[in-house]
């Protein structure tokens, strides 16, 4: 996930233990820091500010709500810029390039 700003720990703390939705409380999430991917370009462009960083953390979660990780990370108060999934349950891209494709039986 590529949010807005740069999370200090007590920000990935609270995302760790859960935070505090419209709809309830979250599940606790395993997050951290992580170097930025080496990603395809997206289209449209991320936005881009020279006076606001961003940071990649990478986000386990374990509960499946409507935009969930966006809305947990605006809730600390770093907007998702670009949301990356790279497995849902036990589907895993693993080292899958981008546009590439494989059979699922």
């Not at 370009?41 to 961003?54: I, W």
């Not at 770093?78 to 080292?95: K, S």
């Amino acid at each position: 996930v590529q949010v807005e700003g740069e999370p200090d720990a007590a920000s990935l703390d609270r995302l760790r233990g859960g935070v505090e939705l419209n709809d309830g409380p979250t599940r606790p999430a395993t997050v951290r820091r992580i170097d930025p991917p080496d990603l395809w370009p997206r289209d449209p462009p991320v936005r881009y500010r020279k006076s606001v960083p961003d940071c990649w953390i990478e986000m386990t979660i374990t509960e499946g709500r409507n935009r969930q990780v966006r809305r947990m990370t605006a809730a600390v108060g770093f907007p998702t810029l670009r949301l990356v999934r790279r497995r849902i349950g036990g589907w895993d891209l693993g080292d899958l390039a981008p546009g590439a494709w494989r059979e699922v039986r």
